[in-house]
Nanobody, 119 residues
Framework: QVHLAESGGGLVQPGGSLRLSCAAS????????MGWYRQAPGKERELVAI???????TYVDSVKGRFTISRDNAKNTVYLQMDTLKPEDTAVYYC?????????????WGQGTQVTVSP
């Protein structure tokens, strides 16, 4: 079983920055994709950014140029640096990690961390 521990959310003013972290632990053999999703009140969960095992990165258009996703494979950790935050970035942010334990695939979600952007 894979456990994801998220940290780094909070309250920040517009234009500010936050850095989210998500560390995976367990009997992990291989991690493939690591990503961040968010869900605002009354809206569906959406992909924010994903970084694949080969390093290819995809961002949702609304965060391009402001957010940066990165990963530390030695620590099984994914980060999301969020700069120039806007009120519309307010949401619960979830990390998602997919990979393998032995021959079994897994797709795990973090518990979510609240990000609130408000004056």
């Amino acid at each position: 079983q894979v456990h994801l521990a998220e940290s780094g959310g909070g309250l920040v003013q517009p234009g500010g920055s936050l850095r989210l972290s998500c560390a995976a632990s367990g009997s992990i053999f291989r991690i493939n994709d690591m990503g961040w999703y968010r869900q605002a009140p009354g809206k569906e969960r959406e992909l924010v950014a994903i970084i694949r095992s080969g390093g290819r990165i995809t961002y949702v258009d609304s965060v391009k140029g402001r957010f940066t996703i990165s990963r530390d494979n030695a620590k099984n950790t994914v980060y999301l640096q969020m700069d120039t935050l806007k009120p519309e970035d307010t949401a619960v942010y979830y990390c998602n990690v997919a990979g393998r334990i032995g021959l079994t695939s897994f797709d795990s979600w973090g518990q979510g961390t609240q990000v609130t952007v408000s004056p």
